[in-house]
């Protein structure tokens, strides 16, 4: 019996901390637009690695994608809602998907910001794909696409600029 208290409890913070990574800090609950106040947060804590190497950048961006994916599927499907827009995980790490490939500086930093909401929100193709899947996979994977096409195209702005 107490055991099982204990297991509960335990149960309880671990989908309560979920929940905190998730939303990054319950950012996702903003009422509106919380995808691109997530996406602008993500930009904020960009600012304090972005001077690490690129393998360091590389080993958070994929930790925080394992983790977004497993965090956003037991939340998304506790709460029976197939990819909520509370969710905002996915939108960090595709941002930094696509600061990751652009040159560092607010003007950069602001056109992948801009290039990735629009990808994110029209889902080119397999961003689409991904985006119908009812997953932790479909929901950080759609925006992992929109961070790579965004950071592709500022990519070509910057070598032809």
């Given at each position: 019996?107490?055991?099982?208290?204990?297991?509960?409890?335990?149960?309880?913070?671990?989908?309560?901390?979920?929940?905190?990574?998730?939303?990054?800090?319950?950012?996702?609950?903003?009422?509106?637009?919380p995808?691109?106040?997530?996406t602008?947060?993500?930009?904020?804590?960009?600012?304090?690695?972005?001077?690490?190497?690129?393998?360091?950048?590389?080993?958070?961006?994929?930790?925080?994608?394992?983790?977004?994916?497993?965090?956003?599927?037991?939340?998304?499907?506790?709460?029976?809602?197939?990819?909520?827009?509370?969710?905002v995980?996915?939108e960090?790490?595709?941002m930094w998907?696509?600061?990751?490939?652009?040159?560092?500086?607010?003007?950069?930093?602001?056109?992948?910001?801009?290039?990735f909401?629009?990808?994110?929100?029209?889902?080119?193709?397999?961003?689409?794909?991904?985006?119908?899947?009812?997953?932790?996979?479909?929901?950080?994977?759609?925006?992992?696409?929109?961070?790579?096409?965004?950071?592709?195209?500022?990519?070509?702005?910057?070598?032809?600029?």
């Open positions: 019996m107490v055991l099982n208290f204990y297991l509960i409890k335990t149960l309880e913070m671990l989908h309560k901390f979920l929940e905190l990574f998730v939303t990054c800090f319950k950012i996702g609950y903003i009422p509106i637009a995808g691109t106040f997530g602008i947060f993500s930009i904020l804590i960009w600012f304090f690695i972005e001077s690490y190497s690129l393998l360091i950048k590389s080993l958070i961006i994929i930790i925080f994608f394992i983790v977004g994916v497993y965090a956003s599927e037991i939340i998304s499907k506790k709460n029976n809602i197939k990819d909520p827009a509370y969710i995980i996915d960090f790490v595709g998907i696509a600061l990751l490939l652009i040159p560092n500086g607010l003007n950069w930093y602001f056109l992948g910001f801009l290039f909401r629009f990808f994110d929100i029209i889902k080119l193709y397999p961003a689409n794909v991904f985006d119908k899947r009812d997953s932790g996979i479909g929901i950080m994977f759609d925006d992992i696409i929109a961070g790579l096409y965004a950071g592709l195209i500022v990519q070509l702005f910057w070598i032809f600029l």
